[in-house]
């Protein structure tokens, strides 16, 4: 076993290593920066870059790179060496305070939803100090924010930051009305990862993994799920080791993996790091799905990250652990000990429950891609439908407060916000509803609605906006109070009042639940275009106008962004669905009909025929005739949708023509895959790529 806390953080820039090796005058100034945002001067920058450059050629580095998230939602980078030519044909290794603080990559070809056009596509990235550098393939990698030439954020990473900012601004505010001395507010996150591993060999047959990363075929295997066997089960060898191998690799980066266990679905697993500050938990994040995929294909696997890779059994999430803390430590969605604390305790989580209610649309829209279009509503993940669970004490507090009553149902005195100790909640009993998309669990918010290949930046993003716009609100109003502790006794009482709605602890996977939502006016949009609809209405572009942290500029172009990148996922499966009937179905189905009748022949000269091979020929050739006759619809379907004009109105022409129609080729497809010989299948099966990895 290798000493775990030396390899901890060894590829990693951190105080640690800060504090070795930068005078006392630069650290300083660093921690400025990275505590309240001091600018850096040019001389510490320099002072830093060397000593950074030193560090990581001591670690075998050759190459710097701005590490960088654009609107894709994967990562980017690009090397440059430290090479630099001096005298005599040698060189020197170079790196300056100003390469460190500020890259310039071409950004022509990142997308920018038509902000830019390519002759003035110059961005920027800039450093962000508040998360490490850190070390990959010979590479230092310095985190960076990715804006345009006129500030405009091209990535995600800068909206994160700000909506930080605003949370910030916003907290403090509400703690200052409560007394609380706090300087400074952040939020935290820890992502739950889950993700398929499959063997590499079998992979490399399916061309619907290797282009979509999810299958488009695969008839339901004997066995699915339904003996409840794999959850917490013991994880085979195979995995372990490649567990134990990514562990040790993101170690290495500084990344806290804690849990790990085997899911609910055959051949799923997840992965649980310890929270720590959004946005470094963001990093780390992208850098953990990177280093999962590349681990994998040492072990002769591949890792899918894809939100429903198989039909019938579980898709992947990522539960989003979210809270607010403040610089003493404090969680801002803890209940507290004190009258004092409870009260605040209570506003922050009314200001939760009311940007809940209010941005519903926003909360989908952030979690909307056409790979989790395919998991939210599928009967194992929450709906497409935003509400919150809060657990049966808590909810019994605040129907209390609503109602002005004891919050026992006793006939004691109305509780007393402010004044009464609230009963203490039991942890466990806040984490007993796993089908809610949005749950209380203690001591922070689970957003379950988040797929397992998206980046948390835009959730994230998302959840400090319109809490901070909730409690903007709140301040406005507390501020100007002449009496604090009625008026916020009665701010709560009504703000509760009037978004009990979105308080559900009931079963969010049952049918019921769905109509139940639609009496409550509740938002149900089942499909991303739906989603992105709405996102530019006008309440959201006030919303994050006032907070500073997108402008309406760059909300509709984010927005383009994701509706051109759900109609290329699209385009990209259909072509290879159709690729897969035409080049792997139907000549596998020939083939073995070929089989059939040869055999069938040469029986009917022995005996006089041959029942079985008849007819599974005869249902073989019913089966193919409208397979063929489904593929061609699918096809003309997807010239006309490929050729509407209208962004939104083709992405709705995806969800609403084209995947249905994909529905049907693939189930006649999937009646075709058994009836073949084993010898016969076009492609490994469902059987194959869920049970083979031991
Ligand atoms: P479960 O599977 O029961 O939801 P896990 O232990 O798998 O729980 O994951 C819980 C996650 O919540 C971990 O990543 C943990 O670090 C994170 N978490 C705990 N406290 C906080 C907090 N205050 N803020 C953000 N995340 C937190
Ligand atoms: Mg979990």
Redo the contacts with the bound molecule.
């Keep these: 076993m290798t000493n775990l806390p030396e390899l901890f953080g060894s590829l990693v820039y951190n105080q640690q290593v800060m504090s070795q090796t930068l005078s006392s005058s630069v650290y300083k100034a660093l921690k400025h920066t990275m505590e309240d945002g001091t600018p850096l001067d040019l001389d510490s920058a320099n002072q830093i870059a060397e000593s950074m450059k030193k560090w990581a050629i001591s670690k075998g580095a050759t190459h710097y790179s701005h590490w960088f998230q654009p609107l894709t939602g994967i990562t980017a980078e690009k090397h440059d060496s430290f090479l630099t030519p001096a005298p005599e044909g040698k060189i020197i290794m170079s790196f300056s305070g100003k390469e460190l603080i500020k890259g310039e990559p071409d950004a022509s070809s990142f997308p920018n939803g038509g902000k830019r056009s390519t002759f003035e596509a110059r961005g920027y990235t800039v450093w962000d100090p508040t998360s490490y550098p850190f070390i990959k393939d010979h590479t230092l990698c310095i985190p960076t924010a990715f804006c345009s030439y006129n500030g405009e954020a091209l990535d995600k990473k800068t909206p994160l930051l700000r909506s930080m900012e605003a949370l910030n601004t916003q907290s403090l505010r509400i703690l200052k009305l409560f007394g609380n001395e706090a300087k400074h507010v952040t ?6 990862q889950e993700y398929f591993l499959v063997d590499e060999k079998l992979y490399n047959k399916r061309k619907d993994l290797k282009m979509c990363g999810r299958t488009l075929f695969g008839a339901k295997p004997v066995k699915g799920q339904e003996m409840d066997d794999q959850y917490f089960a013991a994880i085979k060898p195979r995995v372990i080791e490649y567990m134990e191998d990514l562990n040790t690799e993101l170690w290495k980066l500084g990344i ?1 993996c ?2 790990e ?1 085997n899911e609910a679905a055959p051949a799923q697993h ?1 992965m ?5 500050t959004s946005n470094l ?1 963001a990093d780390q994040n992208q850098l953990t799905m990177e280093i999962m995929k590349k681990v994998a294909r040492r072990h002769g696997l591949i890792c899918l990250l894809h939100e429903k890779p198989f039909e019938g059994v579980n898709g992947s999430g990522k ?1 989003n ?5 403040t610089n003493n430590g404090e ?1 801002l ?2 209940p507290g000990k004190t009258p004092r604390d409870n009260a605040q305790f209570l506003l922050f989580l009314t200001a939760v429950i009311k940007a809940v209610d209010d941005n519903q649309d926003l909360l989908r829209y952030s979690v909307a891609s056409a790979g989790n279009d395919h998991r939210l509503g599928a009967n194992e993940a929450p709906p497409a439908i935003i509400s919150i669970y809060v657990g049966d004490e808590l909810q019994a507090i605040l129907e209390a407060i609503k109602e002005g009553k004891a919050y026992d149902g006793k006939d004691g005195a109305k509780l007393n916000i402010g004044a009464d100790v609230l009963p203490s909640i039991p942890k466990d009993s806040t ?1 007993r509803n796993r089908t809610s998309p949005f749950a209380f ?4 918010f ?1 957003f379950r609605a988040v797929g397992s290949a998206l980046s948390i930046s835009g959730p994230n993003t998302i959840l400090n906006a319109i809490l901070a716009d909730s409690l903007r609100k709140f301040a406005d109003e507390l501020e100007k109070s002449q009496n604090f502790q009625s008026d916020l006794e009665q701010l709560i009482k009504r703000e509760i009042t009037e978004h009990w709605r979105i308080l559900f602890n009931g079963n969010g996977y049952g049918q019921e639940w769905i109509e139940e939502a639609e009496r409550r006016g509740l938002k149900n949009y089942r499909t991303t275009p739906k989603a992105i609809e709405h996102y530019l209405d006008q309440k959201n572009i006030d919303l994050f106008g006032k907070l500073g942290i997108y402008t309406e500029e760059e909300m509709h172009s984010h927005s383009v962004i994701k509706l051109e990148k759900y109609c290329q996922v699209l385009n990209i499966e259909v072509g290879t669905m159709l690729e897969m009937v035409n080049k792997d179905i139907i000549p596998s189905a020939f083939k073995y009909m070929n089989l059939l009748a040869d055999t069938e022949f040469k029986m009917q000269r022995v005996f006089d025929l041959c029942d079985a091979g008849l007819n599974t020929m005869k249902k073989l050739n019913n089966l193919i005739n409208d397979l063929s006759v489904n593929a061609e619809k699918l096809s003309a379907l997807h010239e006309t949708t490929k050729a509407t004009e209208d962004l939104m109105q083709r992405a709705h022409s995806y969800a609403k023509q084209i995947l249905p129609q994909m529905s049907v080729v693939r189930e006649i497809a999937d009646q075709i895959e058994p009836l073949l010989g084993e010898d016969f299948k076009p492609f490994p099966s469902y059987e194959d790529l869920l049970f083979s990895v031991q």
């Excluded at 669990?441 to 922070?444: A, E, K, L, S, V």
């Design positions: 939020t935290t996150m820890g992502p739950e806290y804690k849990t266990h997840e649980a790091p310890i929270f720590t938990a539960h652990n979210w809270s607010i803390a969680n969605f803890a984490d669990t203690g001591n922070r689970e």
